[in-house]
């Protein structure tokens, strides 16, 4: 996503940071500070447009650098978050579970997640970052899939 102005800033904000940082508040009812110092850093370049004459476009694309690496790091949580609920559900025996039909499609929607992830780390180890972005939002959607289908009881 290419960003290059504040409209495309705030509106990567609202379609990704938002959500995101929302949920990571509402598991743990706290905001990381490592969250909160990448939007104090993006909202420093934002200002610079205002008062220090920046150009838009420059400011805007730093600002979103810090607000990825926010999202990025966001995202990281949700799967430590994901991993301990694993931890949990795993002390029991879901084996008999519907013939262990259950026990097949839990393993097999948990090694997806754990490969997507591992392709989101290299490709940001890599420094791929828009790529990592994109799988690491896949990653979020998927462990949301996993909560509704094998851990929610609603």
Known sequence: MTIKNQKDLYTFYNN????????????????????????????????????????????????????????????????????TEIKNLNKIDISLIDNGLFLRNYSKEKLKIIEVAKKARLDESNENIEQAFEQWFEVSLLIDGFEKDFIKTD
């Open 16 to 83: 990704y940071i938002k959500p995101i940082y929302c949920e990571i508040e509402a598991r743990e009812n706290e905001i990381p500070t490592e969250l909160l110092f990448e939007i104090h850093s993006a909202f420093d370049h934002i200002k610079r447009i205002y008062i220090d004459n920046q150009k838009e476009e420059e400011a805007c694309q730093k600002a979103a650098s810090h607000l990825k690496r926010g999202v990025l790091d966001a995202y990281k949580l949700k799967l430590k978050y994901f991993n």
